[in-house]
């Protein structure tokens, strides 16, 4: 299908200075129309195939624009990738893109309705936008400052589902989604990924691990909730193909997470280290609980009584190994205090 759809418009491009020039078959209509003996303006009605269609206009009377129009009953997130520019790609104009779709088909489980997509591409995006009408989905780029830099902002009311789409994570079900940073390029970005209220996916590669964890966690062993999360916070930098995750935390039931890493996105072999242990080893007044003061931690500005991890993946195939219990030695320590200081921001979920 997207060979297929790139013929399409490599036909497109091939006809820009024809004149007068029709095409017509069972599920695409090409037209071109000419001013002047000069090619200004394209109109075209595909039927992709049975689940995708695209109808529009290709508006060349700009010397220094190209914009695209476009229409869908119907189209699915991969298509829409693989059509929108990409910040690998160079253009002497820019590209406009505005396209508004009733049915925006994420995955075979979840669907977006009446979705707005607008674009401004010169060799990176100036402006993104991305919403539908029930604000389940909204992505942002704005108009980057005078330093060459965009702020980025993006929603969604179905974690999962998002993150699988683009390759973050499988193993993430349901949640809410927040995204926060800076965009200079495809190649250096820097954000903070934020998610509540999740689960990790049954027979995912972290199941043992997420398991493991609930050694520590007797409220989620009673509820019988041993996958669910209430809150997970990663920044995240891009420098051209490596994407660095430092100091990122996860905290459900009793359990608090601390991990960073590196993924490699032309390789995309990944590499993690982390540790984990129950949310009072994070609290500074564990001082008051003697029995946990004296089983669980061995002077306490040394080190701390908890458990080591590593999760690496080369070549789509991905080990996870599991220290169960150990020091963490001090260096890593320095972690923990960033979930201290996001308890003490969030009281609520702290309780």
């Not at 993006?154 to 193993?171: P, Q, V």
């Not at 997970?232 to 997470?257: C, H, N, R, Y």
């Amino acid at each position: 299908m997207l060979i297929k759809n790139s013929l399409i418009f490599i036909l497109i491009f091939s006809f820009a200075e024809a004149q007068n020039f029709q095409y017509k078959n069972d599920n695409f209509n090409l037209e071109f129309l000419t001013d002047n003996n000069e090619l200004n303006f394209i109109q075209f009605k595909h039927e992709i195939d049975e689940n995708n269609d695209v109808t529009g206009s290709l508006d060349l009377s700009n010397a220094d624009s190209i914009t695209f129009s476009l229409k869908s009953k119907n189209i699915e997130y991969e298509l829409i990738n693989n059509l929108l520019p990409k910040n690998s790609k160079k253009t002497n104009k820019k590209i406009i893109v505005n396209w508004d779709i009733e049915n925006f088909v994420v995955s075979k489980n979840y669907t977006l309705y009446e979705v707005s997509i607008k674009a401004v591409y010169k060799g990176k995006y100036d402006e993104l936008s991305i919403s539908d009408k029930a604000k389940e989905l909204q992505f942002l780029i704005y108009p980057k400052n005078d330093k060459d830099i965009s702020k980025v902002y993006g929603y969604s009311k179905n974690a999962g589902e998002i993150l699988a789409i683009r390759n973050i994570t499988k193993d993430i079900t349901g949640g809410t989604l927040q995204i926060n940073g800076s965009y200079s390029s495809r190649e250096k970005h820097n954000s903070i990924m934020k998610v509540q209220d999740f689960s990790i996916r049954n027979g995912s590669k972290y199941e043992n691990l997420i398991k493991s964890t609930r050694f520590f966690d007797i409220i989620s062993v009673i509820k019988d909730s041993q996958n669910e999360f209430s809150y997970m916070e990663v920044p995240i930098s891009q420098e051209g193909d490596m994407t660095k995750v430092k100091d990122a935390f996860v905290i459900g039931g009793l359990i608090g997470f601390t991990f960073s890493g590196n993924i490699n996105r032309a390789s995309k072999n990944s590499n993690f280290d982390g540790f984990y242990g129950p949310l009072y080893l994070f609290d500074k007044y564990i001082d008051d609980i003697p029995l946990f003061n004296n089983l669980l931690t061995n002077n306490k500005n040394e080190s701390i009584l908890g458990a080591n991890f590593s999760v690496t993946r080369i070549e789509d195939d991905t080990s996870v190994t599991i220290n169960p219990l150990s020091l963490v030695t001090p260096g890593k320590t320095k972690r923990i205090f960033k979930i201290f200081d996001f308890l003490k921001r969030d009281k609520d979920l702290s309780q």
